[in-house]
């Protein structure tokens, strides 16, 4: 197993969107492994910002309120970094449909941004990227290996796909050492729980803590990859402290698929309680429905000493261990 004690202890560590779950989940690993950890985040509501996601170890960090749009403080952030983790996004599908500039200001432009600041003042700095899966669109084949084609079906997707362009682009150009990542669907603690915008899994676990109706769209038999946040972060970190990683797109799950209905059935089993129901697709979800989806991690495990720990069920009652701890903080 990697020593990332001594690979990240004393390293100057940026991560953008760090009051989200993902982010916030790095930092709890970063900090007692002696990380010097700055965290960034506009807290742009619906997003999930949440200031309780760190506060056992916001002593032992810092917080920026900023956005990665602002140029000029990005272009302080991003100098002294030895890693950047640009994880800031708009995340909902559907609300970039919606409002498809905001979208491509904040998942373009914004890291744009802060990738060019990083070639004016920071070139040496590692720099991670956090894609989506919807990048693929209809998927041909399972599972899902770097050589699927992208049909980005949504704005989203698009300007996600031209992101992960643009890391390529200042990595062949400019030699800045990226690592792209195409993330299946994340859940897990730290999540936001106020709406079903992104993170189904969260979502529907406080559905079923308030014994309300979790609907399922069609048969439930569609297939999904669902990554247990830990495992998701232990991933980023590898591949950041890996020079073999630079220059890399990775795909990331859990590289197992789990139907949608059998997804529910676990959770409500583990929570107690809830109801589920059975409805048509929406037409907005139609949209941007791509069929069966399994994450093909081959490439990723041969490249970095990782595999994913946590199994559907494992995560899904640690996650609901840890609202019902925390509920307060959340809802």
């Given at each position: ?165 643009l890391y390529k682009f200042y990595f062949e150009m400019h030699e800045i050492p990226c690592v792209v990542f195409r993330i299946a669907n994340p859940y897990g603690p730290r999540s936001q729980m106020k709406h079903s915008k ?103 495990q041969k490249t970095i000493d990782w595999k994913p720990r946590v199994d559907l069920r494992t995560g899904i009652q640690q ?13």
């Amino acid at each position: 197993m990697t020593d990332l004690a001594s690979l990240v202890n004393g390293k100057r560590i940026l991560i953008t969107g760090g009051l989200g779950m993902i982010g916030s989940t790095l930092a709890q690993k970063l900090v007692p492994l002696g990380a010097k950890v700055t965290l960034v985040d506009a807290c742009i509501d619906p997003y999930g910002a949440n200031l309780f996601n760190i506060e056992n170890i916001r002593s032992q960090l810092t917080v920026n309120i900023a956005d990665i749009r602002d140029k000029e403080a990005m272009k302080w952030l991003v100098r002294g970094q030895d890693i950047i983790f640009n994880l800031a996004g708009q995340v909902s599908h559907n609300d970039s449909i919606e409002n498809p500039f905001l979208d491509a200001d904040i998942n373009y432009l914004g890291h744009l941004n802060v990738v060019e600041n990083m070639r004016k003042f920071n070139p040496r700095a590692v720099v991670v990227f956090s894609g989506s899966r919807l990048q693929f669109g209809r998927i041909e084949y399972n599972p899902v290996d770097e050589k699927h084609p992208l049909n980005p079906r949504t704005p989203y997707a698009l300007n996600k796909t031209a992101a992960e362009n643009l890391y390529k682009f200042y990595f062949e150009m400019h030699e800045i050492p990226c690592v792209v990542f195409r993330i299946a669907n994340p859940y897990g603690p730290r999540s936001q729980m106020k709406h079903s915008k992104y993170c189904m899994i969260n979502w529907f676990l406080r559905l079923a803590m308030e014994n309300k109706t979790i609907s399922i769209f069609g048969d439930g038999e569609q297939m999904r990859d669902y990554i247990y946040v830990e495992d998701l972060a232990d991933a980023l970190l590898l591949a950041a402290v890996t020079p073999a990683c630079h220059g890399e797109i990775f795909n990331v799950g859990s590289g197992t698929g789990a139907r949608f209905k059998e997804m529910v059935e676990i959770l409500v089993d583990i929570v107690g309680q809830g109801k589920v129901q059975s409805v048509p697709w929406p037409k907005d979800y139609v949209n941007v429905e791509t069929g069966d989806y399994i994450t093909n991690i081959t490439k990723l495990q041969k490249t970095i000493d990782w595999k994913p720990r946590v199994d559907l069920r494992t995560g899904i009652q640690q996650t609901f261990d840890y609202y019902q701890r925390h509920r307060a903080q959340y809802w």
